[in-house]
């Protein structure tokens, strides 16, 4: 829950509304309350300021998630599949990139430049299998790039799971971790 919740804007909230109050305090000459204004409320403030400026936010899910792909996801999503969901649907802080650490991996960072961005995020069912599907701006690393780290992503994201990339538009890669049948009869 506490991923769904942006500490940035959380703490300029309750930040300044401790140092209005601490202003408000000094004015009205009430020195216990214009301390806990001071002496909370900055730092909570310059806290929520540095939080917000290292901050990345959620994917968002285009289109929602039918009901029906919920209720697979629930049956056939990999420990895997689970935990990318999961990373990409909250706040993030202090990192360059959604998955920065992965892409690194893979190579997808190309020569110091920027990050391939995941911009959305779909779920599906394909053949009976449940797909988590990622969008992602990427300029600086072409479809040859990514499809010359497909081995290495299918390794990566696996076991159980088989990954297609495409592109789906002009410097728009699609990445899609699709549960292969064998997963299925496992979890079975």
């Known amino acids: 829950m506490l991923g769904k919740i942006s500490l940035g804007t959380l ?7 401790l140092t209005i109050m601490g202003f408000v305090a000094y004015a009205d000459h009430n020195a216990t309350l ?13 806290g929520g300021l540095a939080l917000k400026a290292n901050e990345l936010k959620p994917v968002p899910f285009i289109p929602v998630t039918p009901e029906s792909v919920l209720s697979l996801r629930k049956q056939k999503a990999t420990d895997t599949q689970n935990q990318v969901r999961q990373d990409l649907t909250r706040y993030r802080y ?11 991996h893979l190579g997808l960072e190309q020569l110091g430049e920027d990050f391939p961005e995941v911009v959305a995020l779909r ?26 780290k497909q081995q290495k992503m299918t390794a990566f994201f ?8 495409a592109q789906i538009g002009e410097e728009k890669i699609e990445l899609a971790l699709i549960t ?8 079975n």
Request: aromatic fraction near 8%.
């Open 11 to 17: 703490g300029l909230t309750v930040g300044g509304i």
């Open 34 to 46: 214009n301390l806990i204004g001071f002496f909370y409320g900055i730092p909570v403030l310059l």
């Open 94 to 104: 202090g990192q360059d990139a959604h998955l920065d650490k992965a892409l690194t």
């Open 123 to 148: 779920e599906m069912d394909i053949d009976g299998n449940y797909a988590l599907i990622l969008e992602f701006d990427s300029p600086q690393a072409p479809l040859d790039v990514w499809q010359q």
């Open 158 to 165: 696996g076991p159980g799971v088989d990954v297609k990339i």
């Open 180 to 187: 292969t049948p064998e997963t299925r009869s496992q979890s």
